[in-house]
């Protein structure tokens, strides 16, 4: 065994480590490596970045017994496992082109140029996986392993004469196996440090989001979208982000400004072209520059600026623009930072007209319900989200637009009748928000046919799915709850069950006798909005012993609402 090659191979691992650091300290590679855009240039961008690498790795290899010793692999693999397939298929190519034309009479000549195609292709096939494992070491050090011992077989195969293939075989296999496996998790660590800084960035806006959002709501509550409030707004993000600037406008002219931002003297009658294009688009829209004509044309020479749409029963009402300093890393975690915060501020401000319509909320129990549900469930959210946000940013970011849904279909009024989908889209949302919560303890299963024709009264199911799930299915270890709609003739039926202990004989009277506690208010305040819209013979339906409870709530197709007092 040649102790010549161990130096060669260690040699060309340590310039191969040092070559990736340089490429991790450029800024645009940084970009591209953390998938900001997957655009064309970029995959160009990368297979020209990678396929040198490579074809470096041919020439300050180990020459021996006609063949080369060299890290040609770790350009090729790597190349996938950061850039995807294609650039790795390309990258493949060119390596294994580049190797057959260095030297084409070689005797292993032909199998190595087989071998870097095979490990352009194996790369391509499992860039996905590696990928979603988050680059485990273990996973590249076998690939990378397994890679290499193919090719040691392809020169068995196919260099001749097999002596001089074997003996070739002999002294290679180990350093190139070891050292390149090895060389293979060093090499891609590196930019896994670049990705991983990029996840911590979303994981810590998403946190941000809730902070701000939990701030803003005394402001919110108000109602009102003027110069004040949103100076209010904007100077809470700044406190708690790294942005430079917040401003706010309505649909023809810039209402607010906060932080530092210079701007002309005719702000205050102004409507920056980034803010029309968000009116028109109800796109978030990301501005680097603009026309000297334009308001925002000197603040975006130094800063980068993302708008956002602030909409109301889906109609734009306004916009948010945030500016932050140009030159980062990836502006992909401020945009996302930017469009959550849009979500829930937009959905309190819906929450805000809704309130000013007091006209609409006829009943007192509807009110009961509604501020029994909001605080209460929003803050449990919360905290749900927030547990997320560092370890799983992409699950918090999926429970956010649950808890955004949960919140839009909560505020609706209490004669408004919604198709029985919506209804359960409002009820999806709760339970992904409490599935977080409870993790493996709740079983959650919903069965609903296509198809169905009716409308019922909105917010007439969650809270019988609350009470299932808090006060039913949690009161055992492993929590069960169902939820069926089926159709009978000319009745739908809409079923609760859960497994809990039951709901005790004297809730069950109160309901009929009108008599409800604080601790059902849930379910009072539905079975009297059933009695009100329908009759009061369409309450809630209640079977229960000590193994569970199923509500049923019975709606008759093209039943006329009854609205008795």
């Not at 494992?133 to 040691?152: A, G, R, W």
């Given at each position: 065994m040649n102790a010549e090659i161990f130096k060669a191979m260690l040699l060309n691992i340590g310039l191969l480590i040092l070559l990736a650091q340089v490429l991790a300290a450029i800024r645009a590679v940084k970009r591209i490596i953390v998938h900001e855009k997957d655009s064309t240039k970029d995959q160009i961008t990368l297979i020209i970045i990678f396929s040198i690498v490579a074809i470096i790795s041919n020439y300050t290899g180990y020459s021996i017994n006609g063949a080369i010793a060299n890290t040609r692999v770790i350009g090729v693999m790597a190349s996938g496992f950061l850039g995807g397939p294609v650039v790795a298929l390309v990258v493949g190519f060119i390596a294994g082109f580049h190797r057959?034309?260095?030297?084409?009479?070689?005797?292993?000549?032909?199998?190595?140029?087989?071998?870097?195609?095979?490990?352009?292709?194996?790369?391509?096939?499992?860039?996905?996986?590696?990928?979603?494992?988050?680059?485990?070491?273990?996973?590249?050090?076998?690939?990378?392993?397994?890679?290499?011992?193919?090719?040691?077989?392809?020169?068995?195969?196919?260099?001749?004469?097999?002596?001089?293939?074997?003996?070739?075989?002999?002294?290679?296999?180990?350093?190139?196996?070891?050292?390149?496996?090895?060389?293979?998790?060093?090499?891609?660590?590196v930019f896994k440090n670049i990705i991983k800084e990029q996840e911590y960035g979303i994981g810590r806006k998403v946190g941000l989001t809730f902070e701000i959002t939990k701030r803003c709501l005394p402001i919110l509550q108000k109602y009102e979208y003027n110069e004040e409030s949103c100076n209010k707004i904007g100077e809470i993000i700044l406190d708690f982000s790294n942005d430079m600037a917040v401003v706010f406008t309505d649909t023809e002219r810039i209402i607010s400004v906060s932080g530092e931002i210079e701007l002309p003297s005719n702000w205050r009658t102004s409507m920056p072209t980034i803010a029309q294009r968000v009116l028109e688009e109800k796109e978030v829209i990301f501005g680097e520059h603009s026309k000297e004509n334009d308001i925002f044309h000197k603040p975006l020479k130094n800063m980068i600026a993302i708008s956002v749409p602030l909409i109301k029963w889906n109609q734009v009402f306004g916009t948010m623009i945030i500016f932050s300093k140009k030159h980062r890393i990836s502006y992909y975690s401020q945009i996302l930072f930017a469009e959550g915060l849009s979500k829930l501020l937009s959905t309190q401000y819906e929450l805000a007209d809704m309130e000013k319509q007091k006209e609409l909320l006829v009943k007192s129990e509807y009110k009961a319900l509604q501020s029994q549900i909001n605080p209460h469930f929003i803050f449990n959210s919360l905290n749900t989200i927030s547990s997320f946000v560092r370890e799983k940013p992409e699950d918090a970011r999926e429970l956010l637009i649950a808890l955004a849904t949960y919140f839009r279909n909560s505020i609706k009024t209490k004669d408004a009748l919604v198709s029985i989908y919506d209804e359960m889209e409002y009820v999806d949302a709760f339970l992904q928000l409490v599935k977080a919560r409870f993790d493996d303890r709740l079983k959650v299963s919903v069965d609903i046919p296509n198809g169905l024709e009716i409308k019922v009264p909105c917010l007439i199911v969650q809270p019988i799915v609350e009470n299932a799930v808090i006060h039913g299915a949690m009161s055992r270890k492993d929590g069960q709850v169902k939820v069926e709609i089926s159709e009978r003739d000319n009745d739908i039926i809409i079923s609760v069950k859960d497994n809990g202990h039951g709901i005790p004989i004297d809730i069950i009277e109160g309901l009929q006798n009108d008599d409800i506690g604080e601790d059902s208010i849930g379910l009072g305040n539905v079975h009297k909005r059933l009695c009100y819209i329908y009759g009061?013979?369409?309450?809630?339906?209640?079977?229960?012993?000590?193994?569970?409870?199923?509500?049923?709530?019975?709606?008759?197709?093209?039943?006329?609402?009854i609205i008795t007092s």
């Open positions: 057959f034309l260095i030297d084409m009479t070689g005797f292993s000549t032909l199998a190595c140029t087989i071998s870097t195609l095979l490990g352009g292709v194996i790369s391509a096939l499992l860039s996905k996986k590696v990928k979603d494992n988050k680059y485990k070491s273990v996973d590249l050090f076998l690939i990378t392993f397994m890679v290499e011992s193919l090719q040691m077989v392809i020169i068995l195969l196919i260099a001749k004469p097999f002596n001089e293939a074997f003996l070739l075989v002999k002294n290679i296999f180990l350093p190139m196996t070891l050292f390149n496996s090895i060389g293979m998790v060093l090499f891609v660590g009061k013979d369409h309450g809630l339906d209640i079977i229960s012993s000590t193994s569970g409870t199923t509500v049923n709530i019975n709606i008759k197709k093209n039943q006329p609402l």
